[in-house]
C-alpha cells in the first residue's frame, strides 16, 4: 500500500531521552540495519515522546544528536534509509491528535507502559504520558509500514496501533496499512544486570551497559552482574529457574550468533567466574567500532545536520499524503 516505493515498509523510533544502551541495541537497532536493500526504512528518533517526562533542554539536544550519530554508527547508511527527528515533521503531532479522537481510554488505561510510569513518575502523571500511545500511531501510519521492529516491551504498542488503524479502515475504507510488530528471536528482552526480573533500562545505571560506556567500565558491570543462587552454578539455558544466567546467556547469543546449545558447551564444567567475562568481551568487541564511530561522526555536527534536514525532507512528503487523506476522510475542509 506504500505509494512512494515497491518495496515493503519499515519503521521504528527510539526516545533520545538518555544515551542508547544495549537492550535498545539487540532488542531493536541491530534488527534495523542491514535491511534497507529489501526494505524502504524509516528511523527516527522520537524526541516528541521524551516531554512526557522532565528533561533537561540542554540535556535533550545533546541526546537527539548523540543519538543520530549512534543510528548512523550502528551501520544505517543516511542514503539507504530515511534518518529524521519526529519533531521535524509535525505531521506527527497533528495525525497524533486526531488518533487521540479514536482511541478509547480503556484501551489507554491497559497500556503496561503507563502503569510502570505512572508508579516512577507519580508526581508528574500528565496527560501526554496516557495518550502517549495515539501519538506513536501517528508514528507508525503515516508512513503506512508493514512491519515495526521493536523489543517486546513495545509490542503492545503496536498491537494497540493495529486496532486504531482498524478501526478508522472500518469507519472510512482502507486508509492505514494495518502493521505488523518485528520482534528479534535473541536480544528482545534484556534484562538488567543487576536484577534479571526488571528490563535493561537507563533507570537503574548500575545494571544497564551504555553503548558509549568504555571496555573497562563494560567488563567491571559483566563482572558483577546477578547471578543465580542454585546449587548448580552451570551455564544452562533455563529462564525460569535461572533468569540471571539466561540473561547473559541471550547478550552472549545475540552478540556471538551462538545458539544456546553451543553455549552450554562452550561453557560446560566452568562455573559462573569464566562465563561473566566472556559475555562481557563480547559485548565490548560488538560495542567498539560503534563506540568508535559515533564518537567521529559527534565532531562533525554539520554532517549530521546535513542528515537530519533531508530526512525530514523525504519523511515530511510521506508523511503528508496520509495526513491530507485522513484530513478529507474525516471532513475537515481542505486549505
Ligand atoms: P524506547 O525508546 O523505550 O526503546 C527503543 C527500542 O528499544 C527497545 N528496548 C529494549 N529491547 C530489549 N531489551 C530492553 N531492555 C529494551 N529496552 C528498550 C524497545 O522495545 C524499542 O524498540 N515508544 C517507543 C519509541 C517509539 C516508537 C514509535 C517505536 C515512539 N514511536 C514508533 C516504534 C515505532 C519507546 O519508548 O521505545
Not at 567500532?289 to 519523511?315: H, M, N, S
Amino acid at each position: 500500500m506504500s505509494e512512494t516505493t515497491e518495496k515493503k515498509v519499515m519503521l521504528s523510533g527510539i526516545q533520545p531521552s538518555g544515551a542508547l544502551h544495549l537492550g535498545n541495541y539487540l532488542g531493536a537497532i541491530k534488527n534495523w540495519g542491514a535491511r534497507s536493500e529489501e526494505f524502504e526504512c524509516f528511523y527516527f528518533l522520537a524526541d516528541l515522546h521524551t516531554l512526557t517526562v522532565r528533561q533537561v533542554p540542554a540535556e535533550l539536544r545533546r541526546h537527539t544528536l548523540e543519538l543520530l550519530a549512534s543510528y548512523i554508527a550502528c551501520g544505517l547508511d543516511p542514503e539507504k534509509n530515511t534518518l529524521f527527528i519526529q519533531s521535524h515533521v509535525p505531521q506527527h503531532a497533528e495525525l497524533g491528535w486526531v488518533l487521540d479522537c479514536y482511541t478509547m481510554f480503556g484501551e489507554l488505561s491497559r497500556m503496561t507502559q503507563f502503569k510502570d510510569k505512572s508508579a516512577k513518575h507519580a508526581d508528574n502523571i500528565n496527560a501526554g504520558l496516557f495518550t502517549y500511545p495515539c501519538l506513536m500511531a501517528a508514528d507508525i501510519l503515516l508512513y503506512q509500514p508493514d512491519y515495526v521492529p521493536v523489543g517486546e516491551d513495545q509490542k503492545q504498542h503496536v498491537e494497540l496501533t493495529r486496532n486504531v488503524a482498524q478501526r478508522f479502515n472500518n469507519l472510512y475504507g482502507e486508509t492505514f496499512k494495518v502493521p505488523e510488530p518485528y520482534i528479534p528471536k535473541t536480544g528482545a528482552r534484556v534484562m538488567s544486570l543487576n536484577d534479571p526480573a526488571s528490563k535493561m533500562s537507563k533507570s537503574i545505571p548500575e545494571g544497564c551497559v551504555f553503548l558509549l560506556d568504555k571496555p573497562e567500565e563494560i567488563q567491571r558491570k559483566f563482572k558483577r552482574a546477578v547471578t543465580d543462587s542454585d546449587t548448580e552454578r552451570c551455564v544452562r539455558y533455563d529462564p525460569a529457574a535461572k533468569p540471571g544466567v539466561s540473561n547473559l546467556m541471550s547478550i552472549y547469543a545475540a552478540c556471538t550468533g551462538r545458539s544456546y546449545a553451543e553455549i552450554e558447551a562452550e561453557f560446560d564444567g566452568q562455573g559462573y567466574g569464566a562465563f561473566k567475562p566472556a559475555v562481557g568481551d563480547a559485548v565490548i568487541e560488538t560495542l567498539r567500532p560503534i563506540r568508535e564511530e559515533t564518537q567521529r561522526l559527534l565532531a562533525d555536527k554539520a554532517y549530521l545536520e546535513g542528515v537530519y534536514r533531508a530526512g525530514a525532507e523525504r519523511a515530511g512528503a510521506v508523511a503528508n499524503k496520509t495526513l491530507r487523506k485522513v484530513y478529507k476522510k474525516v471532513g475537515l475542509l481542505p486549505r
